[in-house]
């Protein structure tokens, strides 16, 4: 641990600067960028044995631990799930909805940041990297945006366009937010703000949950740009009529309810007190 000197008055000043991880807890991400957090990804998952050959094969080596909810498939997700990766951890789930899956896999992670993705082949898992960079470079909640430069989608109807268009500009002027995505469900933050974060619905409206309640705690919101798949096989489980008006509850509800009341975000820190190198 090296002095940082400074002058004040014309006087040398000595300074004790924080220690750095040690070498051997930074996990390199690539030639050029290692951390030293460790990763957890979150995937919900009920009947896509299918897909999550491919799911799988886009995760990259160094994230931590990968924990896979399944929602009581009646396929061989489970038994795949295990032959693709003997280390994950599988979590039964008790209820029922996507927001349900991801409250009970959150629960679980042993990781310092949380990455949810999903299990139908829709988002790459090699757009992780953009996310854990974004977080460790100063952000509490990086949302992925199809919208924003460099992304896009194979599948959003226009049905969905429109649906997610007139939400998003809800929240956006209700919140004050600059959100150019609001219903996709790839996302990552640091996992010491599950607390705010406090999921407490069962839907497809979770990922709209989220945004506003990062929001309203005044969370660093960052988005970055990610390309949506379409589904691999199988059929999703998403209704638009049906969820989109629990989005709209979702919507009016998170209006109503005060703010989650908890201790300040500490200060923006330079990427090296964040765990990059």
């Known amino acids: 641990m090296s002095p940082e000197i400074t002058k004040h008055n014309g006087k040398p000043q000595v300074h004790t600067l924080r220690p750095l991880p040690t070498v051997d807890r930074f996990t390199p991400l690539t030639p050029h960028l290692a951390i030293s957090p460790t990763v957890s990804v979150v995937v919900p ?8 050959p491919h799911v799988f094969a886009t995760l990259p080596h160094w ?3 990968i924990v896979l909810v399944d929602g009581n498939s009646t396929d ?3 038994a795949v799930a295990r032959r693709l990766r003997p280390n994950l951890r599988i979590i039964t789930q ?6 349900d899956a991801l409250r009970t ?4 992670c042993t990781g310092d940041i949380i990455v949810m993705i999903d299990a139908d082949g829709s988002t790459d898992g090699r757009e992780i990297i953009h996310f854990v960079g974004a977080l460790v470079t100063g952000a509490d909640f990086v949302k992925g945006s199809r919208y924003a430069s460099g992304g896009g989608s194979d599948d959003l109807t226009l049905s969905r366009r429109l649906g997610n268009s007139v939400l998003r500009t809800m929240v956006n002027v209700i919140y004050g937010t600059q959100y150019t995505d609001l219903c996709y469900g790839y996302n990552a933050f640091w996992a010491r703000h599950l607390e705010v974060l406090d999921l407490d619905c069962e839907g497809f409206e979770v990922e709209t949950l989220l945004n506003i309640r990062a929001a309203k705690a005044g ?8 390309h949506e798949r379409c589904r691999i096989h199988g059929e999703s489980n998403l209704r638009v009529v049906r969820d989109g008006w629990r989005v709209l509850k979702t919507i009016m509800r ?5 703010p989650t009341q908890i201790a300040p ?8 007190d964040q765990g990059a190198a």
């Open 105 to 108: 896999g959150f629960a679980e």
């Open 94 to 99: 008790r209820g029922k909805g996507k927001g």
């Open 265 to 272: 975000a500490p200060a923006a820190q330079p990427a090296a």
């Open 63 to 65: 994230i931590h631990e």
């Open 45 to 52: 998952a009920m009947n896509e044995a299918e897909n999550l």
């Open 219 to 226: 969370l660093r919101v960052h988005e970055v740009p990610s």
């Open 76 to 78: 061989d997700t489970v």
């Open 254 to 258: 998170e209006w109503r309810r005060p």
